[in-house]
């Protein structure tokens, strides 16, 4: 009993002393900039991983369809340049 | 009282600033609990940045359970973020860090005494004993509150608190 009565006296103790803890002054404001500053790694590639192997498919099928989009009216273009030289003439 | 719920789902919808109302809705409780945990200021602190990094991830990227209430779920990373510390500075014999006692009032000088002595009462607890008997005795959680927010069993639990009392008996037994 008295051991217990011991160990209880000291928790509450110790309970009651650190009661009252306040954190530092600014440390709010530093944990809010610390978080918001860090840059977003990783986001998009757990955006897809969420979906697993799929999403991993689907992110490269779309970025494959980009870059051939993205030829195709690069060549369109150039094909248009060619003909308004032509219909120019020298 | 701010509203935590509406604070995470502007979060999540992108609204950056309701961060800053998360914090210091839930800062001063879990600073606590974090400074109890690691036994010192500077400790708490750093481990309060890391937590609230994980929990910022977290909602950024939609990874957050509603089910468990955001300040419980806070305060699970709190402890797990503490337990890490807890076990690298096992292997890392970190020197006592001081505090400047003239920016502090007495009430806040006393409590970091007694953070002090709470560290060195609990010095020779595993991270997991040590955890689990603070939760206890100082958080006043039962131990299937504790085995929750440790992420263990609850059996697990009731021996690390057994442990934990019979070394804190011995210890004084033995001087």
Redesign the interface.
């Known amino acids: 009993m008295a051991?217990s009565d011991?160990?209880e006296s000291?928790?509450r103790?110790?309970?009651k002393?650190?009661?009252?803890?306040?954190?530092?002054t600014g440390?709010?404001e530093?944990?809010?900039q610390?978080?918001?500053a860090?840059p977003?790694v990783g986001?998009w590639l757990?955006?897809v991983m969420?979906f697993g192997r799929r999403g991993l498919v689907f992110a490269a099928l779309v970025a494959a369809a980009s870059v051939f989009l993205a030829r195709l009216s690069e060549s369109r273009l150039e094909d248009a340049i060619a003909s308004t030289t032509l219909l120019e003439g020298p | 009282v701010p509203d935590l719920e509406t604070a995470v789902a502007s979060l999540l919808a992108g609204e950056?600033a309701a961060?800053?109302v998360l914090?210091?809705a839930t800062?001063?409780r879990l600073?606590?609990l974090a400074?109890?945990l690691m036994g010192g200021?500077e400790e708490a602190?750093d481990v309060?940045?890391d937590a609230?990094?994980r929990?910022?991830?977290a909602l950024?990227?939609?990874?957050f359970d509603s089910r468990s209430g955001v300040e419980t779920w806070l305060y699970r990373i709190v402890v797990n973020a503490s337990l890490d510390a807890l076990r690298s500075r096992q292997r890392i014999e970190k020197r006592p860090t001081m505090f400047s006692l003239q920016s502090l009032d007495s009430?806040?000088l006393?409590?970091?005494?007694?953070?002090r002595?709470?560290a060195d009462?609990v010095r020779a607890l595993s991270p997991e004993q040590r955890t689990a008997i603070l939760l206890k005795?100082?958080e006043?959680l039962t131990a299937a509150e504790i085995a929750v927010a440790m992420g263990r069993s609850e059996g697990a639990v009731e021996q690390y608190l057994v442990r934990a009392?019979a070394a804190?008996?011995a210890r004084?037994d033995h001087g």
């Open positions: 051991d011991d160990f000291r928790a103790h110790l309970r002393a650190t009661e009252e803890l306040l954190p530092p440390l709010a530093r944990i809010v610390n978080a918001v860090q977003p986001d757990s955006t969420r | 950056v961060f800053r914090v210091n800062m001063p600073f606590r400074a109890r200021v602190e309060l940045q609230y990094l929990a910022y991830e950024s990227n939609g990874r009430a806040q006393e409590a970091r005494v007694a953070l002595e709470l009462w005795e100082l006043g009392r804190l008996r004084r």
